[in-house]
Every structure is written in structure tokens, then in C-alpha cells.
């Protein structure tokens, strides 16, 4: 073998033997830098005789373009190799379980809440809220039920320890309180809407101690009880998302409205399901009435002049009958399992209540 031959050979081998790009460039370096052995090789040139630097020149060239192209090949596989093994590491497994799912969830009830006050705010109401810790004066007295009346035996009281002076707070079992702080406030024209907790000793199925309520009030000098009847119907429509709905109104009592009424609303129980809007039977859904001139009276209101419609509806309630929602009691149960079947997932989207101005508050 020629001594050209055998440093071919050589060079070779060096570049084959390269494991990575840095091995490979130094080797290149090594040969074909400014001072690599070809380049030397190459210097030699200068110095020969013509004929001699005619076959020498070709056979440096001929080595030149052997090992460049080596050199070009083993940097591409060497290139594959690294990208291959990055594919390899960097793979997605999907066969991967998902992540779970953090979201939270909207609780029925307050979607309820909403819808409740989204549909109130479009026909003008506006929403007003009060304290859960009542006196006496604003849960009954005020709403035309004094000590003694009957009609306090209608609602299961929780109250509160005396205070020094005697006076014994409750918690308040009927929103309708808020009516009073309202009026005691604002002049009418009036139209609020206060959804709310509410408290009554019970419990069941369909009874919680705690619960809710959205109470409703219209004072102005031109109210009628076809109004109160228009505006609950509109409400129901929409609420149940029905174009048609059969409604009647039965008298009833209630001591801050006169008279009063319960709405009903068309439905079927058939294999133990409620449709809701058609059949023959019927579904109570709420109380209402023409304010008693008695409560004008006691906010300073002249029923003379002015006269309005209330309604009381059980927010629960109406929450458990659009979502088919059997037992109150889990309501309140805080069951992640129940709250992610029942839930809603938030939108991104503002709440449907915002922009309805606010009146009244908290005052305790
Ligand atoms: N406060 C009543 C209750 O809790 C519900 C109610 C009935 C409210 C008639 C009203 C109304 O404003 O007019 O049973």
C-alpha cells in the first residue's frame, strides 16, 4: 500500500469513528483546518519539481475530496441520529389517562339565581338585598302581622337569645322583610327584585332549614292585578323556556296582600315524571297578591294614592324543578359528585345579573 493509500485509509477510519458532531468537526479540523495534514500536505506543493507536482497535486486532491465527502456524509448521519433520538425522548404517550379536570361548577341554585334575576332585570326591576338577622317589625309587624296574629304560626320561626332590652332578633323567614326596608327608603315608582336565604324550622325531602327565596314588588299609582298576572306569567314562560303555559290563580292568604293568590302552573306526572307545561294537572309554584294598604301604611306610603303587587317564589324550588333535581337536602350536602352532574360549567361570558342596579343593602 502506498503511503497516500495508507493515510486515506486512516483519515478515514478517524472520521468513521467520530460519535458525535463535536468528535466529527474536531477531526475535520484536524485535517482540513488551516494547519490540518491535508493543508500541509497541500504546502508542499511550492517546492516540487513540475512533473513530480503534477501527480502529487492530484493525488492530495483526490485525498482532499475522499475525505471531505466522508466527512459531508458522516455529518448528515450523525445529524439523523440526534434528531431520532430527540423524537424518540420528546414522544407524546397517548395512551396517557387524561389530567382531571379542575374546573369547578356552578351551583344549580345560583344559576337559578341568575336566570331569576336576569328575567326580572329585563322587564326593569331592580335588585335589592337586606340582612339575613331581622327585627321583628320588618319580618312580620310591618308586613301586617303583629304579635299574636295567626298567621306567625304559618312560618316556623328561628329566634335569636334576648337582648338586654327583651328585643329578640330572628333569622328572617321570608324575604318579603326586604319589601319594608325598601319602602322605608325609596318613594315609589318601585319595582324590585330580592332573591335571598330565608330560615324556617324544617326538614325534609323539600324542606331545609335554610332556603331560598326571590321576592318581588311593584309600587305605583296605576297597579292592577292584571299587571301582577301578566308579569308572573312572562316570568314563568321564560323561566321554563315554554311558549305557551297553562296558569291559574287560586285565592288564597297571605296577611301583606289583599287579595292574595297562589299561581299554579300546568303540568303532567306520568311514570313518576313532571313535564311541566302541558297535561291536567297542576303544579303550585307561587304566592301572591295586591299589597295590604296596611303595609303602605306602616312605610309611610299612602294607599290612597299608591297601590303595587308582591310575589314570593322558593328559589330551591324552582331550581329543583328545572333541573329535575329530586331531593333540597343536597342542596346543601356539598358533594363534588353532585355538584359535577348538576353544575354548570362557567362561561366565559359576564354573569347574566351584571348591570342591574342595586338598592336597599345590608344595614345590620
Ligand atoms: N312570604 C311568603 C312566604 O314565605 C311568600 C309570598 C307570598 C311573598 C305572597 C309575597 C306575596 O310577596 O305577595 O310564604
Given amino acids: 500500500m502506498t503511503e497516500m493509500e495508507t493515510l486515506q485509509q486512516d483519515l478515514l477510519k478517524q472520521v468513521e469513528n467520530a460519535s458525535n458532531l463535536a468528535e466529527l468537526d474536531a477531526v475535520r479540523v484536524s485535517v482540513l483546518g488551516k494547519k490540518g495534514i491535508i493543508t500541509e500536505k497541500m504546502k508542499t506543493l511550492g517546492s516540487m519539481q513540475p512533473e513530480e507536482r503534477k501527480v502529487a497535486g492530484q493525488q492530495f486532491n483526490l485525498l482532499k475530496e475522499a475525505v471531505a465527502n466522508a466527512i459531508e456524509s458522516k455529518k448528515q448521519s450523525l445529524e439523523d441520529a440526534e434528531i431520532n433520538a430527540r423524537l424518540a425522548k420528546e414522544a407524546v404517550d397517548i395512551t396517557l389517562p387524561v389530567r382531571p379536570e379542575t374546573q369547578g361548577r356552578i351551583h344549580p341554585l345560583y344559576q337559578t ?21 331581622e327585627d321583628d317589625f320588618h319580618n312580620f309587624t310591618a308586613l301586617n302581622t303583629p304579635k299574636n296574629h295567626p298567621a306567625r304560626q304559618m312560618q316556623d320561626t328561628f329566634y335569636l337569645q334576648a337582648e338586654e332590652n327583651g328585643e329578640r332578633f330572628i333569622v328572617r323567614t321570608q324575604t318579603s322583610a326586604v319589601q319594608i326596608r325598601t319602602m322605608e327608603e325609596k318613594k315609589p315608582p318601585i319595582r324590585i327584585i330580592v332573591p335571598g336565604r330565608t330560615y324556617r324550622c324544617d326538614y325534609d325531602a323539600t324542606h331545609a332549614p335554610m332556603f331560598h327565596q326571590v321576592e318581588g314588588l311593584v ?38 296582600t289583599e287579595p292574595s293568590a297562589e299561581m299554579d302552573i300546568g303540568c303532567s306526572r306520568q311514570n313518576g315524571e313532571l313535564k311541566i307545561g302541558e297535561g291536567n294537572d297542576w303544579l303550585e309554584i307561587l304566592g301572591c297578591g295586591m299589597v295590604h294598604p296596611n303595609v303602605l301604611k306602616a312605610c309611610n306610603i299612602d294607599p290612597e294614592v299608591y297601590q303595587g303587587f308582591a310575589f314570593g317564589i322558593g328559589l330551591d324550588r324552582l331550581a329543583m324543578l328545572k333541573y329535575a333535581i329530586p331531593d333540597l337536602r343536597t342542596f346543601f350536602e356539598s358533594d363534588l359528585r353532585w355538584m359535577k352532574h348538576y353544575g354548570f360549567v362557567p362561561l366565559d361570558i359576564p354573569s347574566v345579573g351584571a348591570g342591574l342596579s342595586m338598592t336597599g343593602g345590608n344595614k345590620r
Fill in 219 to 256: 309600587v305605583d299609582t296605576v297597579t292592577n292585578m292584571a299587571h301582577l298576572k301578566g308579569c308572573l306569567i312572562e316570568f314563568v314562560k321564560t323561566f321554563f323556556e315554554l311558549d305557551k303555559v297553562p296558569v291559574r290563580f287560586r285565592p288564597s292568604f297571605f296577611p301583606f
Fill in 113 to 133: 339565581y341568575d336566570e331569576v334575576i336576569a328575567i326580572f332585570g329585563q322587564m326593569g326591576f331592580e335588585l335589592a338585598e337586606g340582612p339575613d338577622i
